[in-house]
């Protein structure tokens, strides 16, 4: 079993900032890439930041110069630092991962259950 666990959502005014957690656990032998997306209500699930193991970072567009993506390995935990926040970012966020169980495996995509982020006034 394979878990993935967000924490760090919440109500923030506009301009504030949020940092959200997303730690992996259970039967892991290596995880490449790990990132973030969101869901706002009406809307189609979007990526907001992908991080591989190397350290390469992507990012949607409309957050760029305001979020930034990190992971710790050795915690196989992801974090989006979120700052400037804007009430369009609001929308639940969840974290992804691609998990290899076995050395033999093909990595898989896991999903956390999702943190709500509400941007107001």
């Known amino acids: 079993q394979v878990q993935l666990v967000e924490s760090g959502g919440g109500l923030v005014q506009p301009g504030g900032s949020l940092r959200l957690s997303c730690a992996a656990s259970?039967?892991?032998?290596?995880?490449?890439?790990m990132g973030w997306y969101r869901q706002a209500p009406g809307k189609e699930r979007e990526l907001v930041a992908h991080?591989?193991?190397?350290?390469?970072?992507i990012y949607e567009d409309s957050v760029k110069g305001r979020f930034t993506i990190s992971r710790d390995n050795a915690k196989n935990t992801v974090y989006l630092q979120m700052n400037s926040l804007k009430p369009e970012d609001t929308a639940v966020y969840y974290c992804?991962?691609?998990?290899?169980?076995?050395?033999?495996?093909?990595?898989?995509?896991?999903w956390g259950q999702g943190t709500q982020v509400t941007v107001s006034s």
């Open positions: 991080i591989i193991s190397g350290g390469t970072t």
């Open positions: 992804n991962a691609e998990v290899k169980k076995m050395p033999s495996d093909w990595y898989n995509d896991y």
């Open positions: 259970g039967s892991i032998f290596s995880i490449n890439a």
